[in-house]
């Protein structure tokens, strides 16, 4: 009913129009939490997500995520 989740995220710009960024990598997004299952169906979800985007000026953003995840 527990798990263990970990991953990383790269978004790449192959069009690079005014309003985003002019580099090939854009930002890097990496999660690690916990998922525990509520029932055959759904599932809740937390952990820490780290955002960093790659721009003129650099943003790094620290999230703390809870999730409530419903399968149709």
Same mark, same amino acid.
């Given at each position: 009913?527990?798990?263990?989740?970990?991953? %990383?995220?790269?978004? &790449?710009?192959?069009?690079?129009?005014?309003?985003?960024?002019?580099?090939?990598?854009?930002?890097?997004?990496m999660?690690?939490? #916990? %998922?525990?299952?509520l !029932? *055959? *169906?759904? !599932?809740?979800? &937390?952990?820490? #997500?780290n955002?960093?985007? &790659?721009?003129?000026?650099?943003?790094?953003?620290?999230?703390?995520?809870?999730?409530?995840?419903? *399968?149709i």
């Open positions: 009913p527990l798990s263990f989740i970990l991953s %990383d995220e790269l978004f &790449f710009n192959l069009n690079h129009p005014n309003w985003v960024s002019y580099l090939t990598l854009s930002q890097n997004r999660f690690i939490g #916990l %998922d525990v299952n !029932s *055959k *169906k759904s !599932s809740f979800e &937390f952990g820490y #997500l955002q960093y985007q &790659f721009n003129k000026v650099d943003q790094m953003s620290n999230v703390i995520v809870f999730e409530v995840l419903t *399968k």
